[in-house]
């Protein structure tokens, strides 16, 4: 029986393992926008009465992308409002950049999180293929080093 769960698990987890992610960078000031919505990050402008971001998430999910990491910064709580409010059936992680780190930087914040739990997943299902985790480890440390600024 014990077999079964862990057969089932290993299932279940390559499949999660499978699905694609999508970064999106949402950290931006805005500045040119700011006329128009002061007190709104640009992703949340609206257009057609729906937030900008309401077109990108449902255009991911209809290319079958159903996991998100949402990289924000600038008025970063009106965008964690609105994904819990209208969005909180999406499978999604948030990375708050505490200063603006140009498209470059955001990237690499967000894949540290995302290989952070890559590694954990590793480390949970695949705790004897020692190979494989030394690998991600790696990853994260040479993404870690490098300048993106």
């Given at each position: 029986m014990e077999e079964n769960f862990n057969q089932n698990k290993t299932i279940q987890n390559e499949q999660l393992a499978e699905m694609p992610?999508?970064?999106?960078?949402?950290g931006g000031l805005g500045t040119r926008l700011?006329?128009?919505?002061?007190?709104?990050?640009?992703?949340?402008a609206p257009v057609a009465g729906f937030?900008?971001?309401y077109y990108v998430i449902n255009h991911l999910q209809r290319q079958g992308i159903q996991k998100m990491i949402f990289s924000i910064g600038y008025l970063h709580e009106v965008i964690e409002s609105y994904l819990?409010?209208?969005?909180?059936?999406?499978?999604?992680?948030?990375?708050?950049?505490?200063?603006?780190l140009g498209t470059?930087?955001?990237?690499?914040?967000a894949m540290q999180k995302l290989l952070q739990k890559m590694l954990s997943f590793v480390m949970a299902?695949?705790?004897?293929?020692?190979?494989?985790?030394?690998?991600?480890?790696?990853?994260l440390r040479m993404m870690q080093s490098v300048p993106w600024r």
């Open positions: 992610t999508a970064i999106i960078l949402a700011r006329n128009s919505v002061p007190d709104l990050p640009k992703c949340m937030p900008f971001l819990k409010a209208d969005f909180s059936t999406l499978d999604y992680e948030i990375c708050i950049e505490e200063e603006p470059g930087g955001a990237i690499q914040f299902i695949r705790c004897s293929d020692l190979k494989l985790m030394n690998c991600f480890r790696n990853i």
